[in-house]
Nanobody, 125 residues
Framework: QVRLVESGGGLVQAGGSLRLSCAAAGLPFNLYKMGWFRQAPGKEREFVGAISRAGSTKVYADSVKGRFTISRDNAKTTVYLQMNSLKPEDTAVYYC??????????????????WGQGTQVAVSS
């Protein structure tokens, strides 16, 4: 049984930082590309960032480029999202997801097979 469990969310003031973690189990983690997505109230889910199997390639949404960093530790089967300079518009539920498609690292949610339950991030102004 595949499990993706996010943690690290919370309430932070604008300009602050949070580090999200996503622990994976039940899948060959080093064979999966990993992504982070988010969904704000009343909005569609959107792509945040993704990382290749070995961690050598990373892609980001324009809205978080330069502020967020995705990384992974294959030995710990965990992917991270370091979020700096947070803004109120970053408030959302953040989800990690796993993809085993042969394609390049992608931000398309239909490419992701497994999803976590999400962790809430709230940024106050």
């Amino acid at each position: 049984q595949v499990r993706l469990v996010e943690s690290g969310g919370g309430l932070v003031q604008a300009g602050g930082s949070l580090r999200l973690s996503c622990a994976a189990a039940g899948l060959p983690f080093n064979l999966y590309k990993m992504g982070w997505f988010r969904q704000a109230p009343g909005k569609e889910r959107e792509f945040v960032g993704a990382i290749s199997r070995a961690g050598s390639t990373k892609v980001y949404a324009d809205s978080v480029k330069g502020r967020f960093t995705i990384s992974r530790d294959n030995a710990k089967t965990t992917v991270y999202l370091q979020m700096n300079s947070l803004k109120p518009e970053d408030t959302a539920v953040y989800y990690c997801a796993a993809s085993n498609t042969p394609s390049y690292v992608t931000g398309k949610d239909e490419d992701y097979r497994y999803w976590g339950q999400g962790t809430q991030v709230a940024v106050s102004s």
